[in-house]
């Protein structure tokens, strides 16, 4: 269907709304360029062999992968069945699913917090099974998994609108339960959704810094993923910031690309 | 042995949809009538995709609704080809057809090439063309149930896909089981259904064989669609009926007033020069304005006034040397036209 948009020939929009275009391109772009431009590129080497950084890399890659796993094993369920409830209760699980979006992440951190922290609502059932979780590894992909969920339940509920539900009835009709249903019909069509939503998500969850610095703290090694790397760094070394803030660019892109790409070849 | 049989009513949008239907086991069974008439609703009541108001739904000795319980579309046991070939997202042909098959990998490959589809087999959705994908389709519900629900199965279908898709409609019927046909074209009913149904505004206005219909038309739809002629104007005390153009002499079972007459095309008889000694009580004459192929020949239409249909076989269109613009005389008996007197003038 793209391709036929492609082979036609575009008409041309006013000009105010180039002007605009651009515009807006430039508040996105400036900002990478200046990190790029100040310190970012040349000290790129140096915040590759920076043990700090390094070490922030890693804990970055465990936990965020960690999260992302568990926004798709969470989200494409939470978006399904809001997919298929009507109603009130349909509209507070799709209010539910993207408020997360709205609120500052340090205010869901602090959240986690009061309900997952020591003298939190489940403290004392933590304490019972002795979990600690706050400043844990495991704090910091609780974090990132509240901050990637709703990425991925947006994406997948809008693939889920855009979906034919015509082969799910076939295959009920021809004696598929809900299981197979699932697999052979519902799954296959929103799956280039899902990678997408997956994606976002996992740069999310790669650049969450509210939700973790408050709920998980920034332990080297432990807890302080590159985010909160650059932060820590701000301080002492702008250039050096620069760089670690541009790995984190880096690091972003590329995640947003693979998604993207999945979801091309998924489509 | 009745294998569907569904009578009731169930609720369509905001209007009520009333259902009066039998097939036995070995029976193609057509759904005919306009766009919008509730032919694919009926199909989605017997689906379990909509549910009955009332009445009863019969599946083989189940009855899988009686308007208070249902059972689920995924127990009733039924196939089913939808409008739209529905296939599995990026599935090869065969694993579109395996997840459902009664018989696995054979029943699947025996689906497909009695649609003729084996080359295809390992091809994806994408790579087919439309016709394609809906045989795909036909094959699936075939390799699934004996009880076949299919909605305009030949609807993408070039003149040898119909072929393939309604002698393979037949030979499952032939082999026990039970085919329903939705459509909307006469001809594919003439050719695959041993009983029609005709469905007009949700409910069923005619019932009997595809070739008799057209001979006592139950409604303008079934008349014109059916091939025949539909003549409406002012029947007069001697038994002629005055339309806008020309007039017909009808039987005299008809009171004096508005009426509508259909003719059936095999009622018309065409000659080239003018009959002196046929008993048809109408003869007209004019010129042949177009010849279509149709299911059992050729439809001839002729210029008369009024405007008649004729059903011919392909030998006697060439006996007579017919072409567009070839001068004709065409005679019909006034026992042969169904007229019926119409409620008020319009």
């Keep these: 269907m793209s391709r036929d948009r492609d082979d036609q020939p575009r008409l041309a929009l006013p000009r105010t709304v180039v002007v605009l275009a651009l515009a807006g391109g430039a508040l996105l772009l400036g900002p990478l360029v200046a990190l790029a431009v100040r310190g970012g590129l040349s000290g790129l080497p140096d915040a590759l062999s920076n043990p700090g950084v390094r070490t922030a890399l890693r804990v970055t890659a465990v936990t965020s992968v960690q999260a992302t796993l568990i926004a798709v094993l969470l989200g494409v369920p939470l978006a399904l069945v809001a997919d298929r409830t009507t109603g009130p209760i349909a509209r507070f699980a799709g209010l539910v699913g993207e408020v997360p979006l709205v609120v500052p992440p340090v205010v869901t951190g602090l959240g986690l917090l009061l309900l997952l922290g020591r003298n939190g609502l489940m403290g004392g059932l933590l304490d019972a099974a002795e979990l600690r979780l706050t400043f844990t590894a495991a704090a910091v992909v609780i974090a990132q998994a509240s901050a990637a969920t709703p990425l991925v339940i947006v994406a997948t509920r809008a693939g889920l609108r855009t979906l034919d539900p015509l082969p799910e009835q076939v295959a009920a009709v021809h004696g598929a339960g809900p299981w197979a249903r699932l697999r052979l019909a519902v799954l296959p069509g929103v799956s280039g959704a899902i990678a997408l939503g997956a994606a976002l998500g996992w740069g999310r969850a790669a650049g969450e810094f509210g939700a973790t610095l408050t709920f998980a703290g920034s332990l080297p090694g432990r807890t302080r993923t590159l985010p909160l790397e650059v932060f820590a760094t701000l301080e002492l070394d702008r250039a050096a910031a620069a760089a670690a803030a541009l790995l984190q660019v880096l690091v972003a892109v590329a995640v947003l690309m693979v998604g993207r790409r999945l979801s091309r070849a998924r489509a | ?346």
């Design chain 2, 1 to 346: 042995m009745t294998r569907v049989a569904a009578h009731g009513s169930a609720r369509v949008g905001d209007r009520t949809l009333s259902m009066d239907l039998d097939a036995a086991a070995g029976e193609v069974v057509g759904i005919i009538g306009p766009n919008g008439a509730g032919k694919s609703a009926t199909l989605s009541v017997l689906l379990g995709l909509r549910r009955l108001l009332d009445g009863s739904i019969r599946i083989g000795e189940v009855v899988v609704d009686d308007g208070r319980r249902a059972s689920p579309a995924d127990a009733r046991g039924l196939a089913w080809v939808p409008q739209a070939p529905a296939l599995l997202p990026r599935r090869r042909v065969i694993d579109q057809v395996v997840p459902f098959s009664r018989e696995g990998q054979v029943g699947a490959s025996r689906a497909l090439a009695s649609l003729g589809m084996t080359d295809l087999a390992h091809v994806r959705p994408a790579a087919l063309s439309g016709g394609q994908r809906q045989r795909v389709a036909v094959a699936r519900a075939l390799a699934r149930a004996d009880l076949v629900l299919a909605d305009e199965p030949t609807s993408a279908q070039d003149a040898a896909g119909t072929d393939a898709v309604l002698s393979a409609l037949r030979r499952h019927a032939l082999a026990g089981g039970t085919v329903v046909v939705v459509t909307h074209d006469p001809t594919v009913a003439h050719l695959v259904a041993d009983h029609v149904v005709v469905v007009e505004e949700l409910a069923v206005t005619q019932r009997g064989r595809a070739m008799d219909l057209a001979a006592a038309p139950a409604s303008d739809w079934i008349a014109t669609n059916a091939g025949a002629s539909v003549v409406t104007g002012v029947v007069d005390t001697s038994h002629v009926l005055h339309a806008a153009h020309g007039t017909l002499v009808v039987s005299d079972r008809v009171p004096a007033g508005p009426a509508r007459a259909a003719i059936a095309p095999t009622a018309v008889a065409l000659h080239r020069t003018r009959p002196t000694t046929s008993s048809a009580r109408n003869v007209l004459s004019g010129e042949v304005v177009a010849l279509e192929p149709s299911a059992d020949g050729v439809r001839v239409r002729v210029s008369t006034s009024p405007v008649l249909v004729a059903a011919l076989t392909r030998a006697a269109v060439a006996d007579l040397g017919l072409q567009v613009g070839t001068g004709c005389w065409a005679t019909v008996k006034a026992t042969e036209i169904d007229v019926r007197s119409e409620p008020s003038a319009r």
